[in-house]
């Protein structure tokens, strides 16, 4: 049984008239007659009773009428599938992050996606760089969004933002009441960071930043994530230095301002092996995409 046979079957079950049905198809009358006997005969059974005036499908032929359209749309959808798979359009990619995406890029990111290839799902973990790395050279991730600057070696890396600095500190705060925070404002005040083996571009970019101002950061404790660093601030045990992005959702007790140093920013990149499948140069260009449109 062909496809072809069940299209034309299909064909002359609607229209019940072989010369309609024909036109339909493309194909000549007798052609058309002969793929309906092929099928029937293949079924070993009769699908239409017919006189020299008339079709019509027989009891078999209104029975098998169903299945033959399911049959049908299942290989158009199959083959759809496969078409799209070509292309891209469909899978699931996995991609790690780091939280200074979570407020803006990460949503806008999902959400083009989305509009653009709705068959495209994403396997979203929060992972530190280092972890990160190590995944991608295994290749358990796709696609990582690392804090920079990183050792990247072997990885394909584009920089997707940019973001300064700010201090964040309880509301109480003396410093609370200054609109930016000098270097010069944290000696003698104990900060929280991020641990270095999570993120080692961002600590020791932040701390050399700090020295050419002939500021020495008095650090109380390196912590694992930006949100406990977050809810120590909040108890009133010190400060919190961190990327803007990362300070986005604040306790209502806690309040974040900016950190000059002299333009010193930090960076979240794009980190991928190589770009090997049709499915992830569309990621790649839906990146690309998100980035230039929040520039």
Request: proline content about 6%; overall charge positive; glycine content about 6%.
């Amino acid at each position: 049984m062909e496809l072809k046979h069940l299209r034309a079957f299909v064909a002359l079950a609607e229209e019940l008239h072989f010369g309609r049905a024909a036109a339909r198809l493309c194909i000549v009358q007798p052609a058309l007659s002969m793929q309906i006997k092929t099928l029937e005969d293949d079924l070993g059974a009769r699908l239409f009773d017919r006189d020299r005036h008339s079709v019509s499908l027989s009891a078999t032929g209104a029975i098998f009428l169903a299945e033959a359209r399911a049959t049908l749309h299942a290989a158009a959808r199959a083959e759809q599938a496969a078409r799209r798979s070509a292309r891209g359009e469909v899978g699931t990619l996995r991609v790690a992050f780091v939280s200074s995406v979570l407020p803006r890029l990460l949503p806008a990111l999902m959400r083009e996606l989305h509009a653009r290839y709705p068959l495209i799902e994403l396997d979203l973990k929060d992972m530190p760089t280092p972890d990160q790395i190590a995944a991608l050279h295994d290749g358990r991730l796709d696609f990582g969004l690392i804090r920079l600057p990183a050792s990247g070696a072997g990885l394909e890396i584009r920089t997707v933002l940019e973001e300064p600095f700010v201090v964040a500190l309880p509301e109480d705060h003396a410093l609370a009441r200054k609109a930016t925070i000098r270097p010069a404002d944290l000696r003698g005040q104990p900060a929280f960071v991020l641990a270095r083996r999570y993120a080692p571009g961002l600590y020791d970019g932040m701390l050399l930043a700090l020295r050419q101002q002939r500021v020495t950061l008095d650090i109380a404790q390196e912590l694992g994530e930006f949100t406990t660093l977050i809810a120590f601030v909040a108890a009133g045990l010190g400060l919190g230095v961190m990327p803007l992005n990362a300070a986005a959702a604040l306790p209502p007790n806690v309040v974040a301002k900016p950190l000059d140093l002299r333009g010193h920013r930090t960076a979240v990149g794009l980190a991928w092996r190589e770009p090997d499948s049709a499915l992830k140069r569309i990621f790649v260009d839906v990146m690309a995409a998100c980035v230039a449109h929040a520039s």
